[in-house]
């Protein structure tokens, strides 16, 4: 067993039977660990959102809209995926079921036509699920980031306000 004092944390490379969980409650000349029966663990992989953005960067950016289409209109790109992970503690690898969506919205004042334009509101999100063999154990979870774009030359006061009521 390793104790750290300084950090207050514990760490342990045997099993403690009745003793799932450490506290350290540290003093000046120690250490006094309370035991906690923990009920529940939760050992499935899982992915970091800022490491899925990250990692998609590039792919959101080369992922254009309709250049046909009319500004004034939000325009939706969705795609969906199955991906295989590496999971070390379940001794293989684990599936994931992805959706990405991409919005687009050009942003001016109410009832101006397309060269009035100030801006252009972006939203990504990357939805994922472990896939699990029996129905309803796998819980979504979805990473959303929103970026605003002032278009060249544009004055968008009402950027902020904008790009948080998206």
Request: aromatic fraction near 6%.
């Given at each position: ?92 690898d684990s599936k994931w ?70």
């Open positions: 067993m390793c104790i750290r004092d300084s950090t207050k944390t514990v760490s342990t490379v045997m099993s403690l039977p009745g003793a799932a969980a450490f506290e350290a409650l540290g003093t000046a000349s120690g250490v006094v660990l309370a035991s906690t029966q923990v009920q529940q663990v939760d050992l499935s992989a899982t992915l970091s959102c800022d490491a899925m953005h990250h990692m998609l960067e590039t792919a959101f950016k080369a992922w254009v809209v309709d250049d046909q289409a009319s500004p004034l209109e939000e325009q939706i790109l969705s795609a969906e995926g199955t991906v295989f992970v590496p999971d070390n503690l379940a001794g293989g079921k992805l959706s990405f969506h991409k919005k687009v919205k050009h942003v001016g004042l109410a009832g101006l036509e397309e060269n009035d334009l100030n801006g252009v509101l972006n939203k990504l999100v990357v939805c994922f699920a472990a896939a699990k063999s029996e129905p309803g154990q796998g819980q979504e979870k979805c990473c959303v980031r929103k970026y605003a774009t002032p278009l060249k030359g544009k004055v968008w006061n009402s950027m902020v306000v904008d790009l948080k009521l998206w």
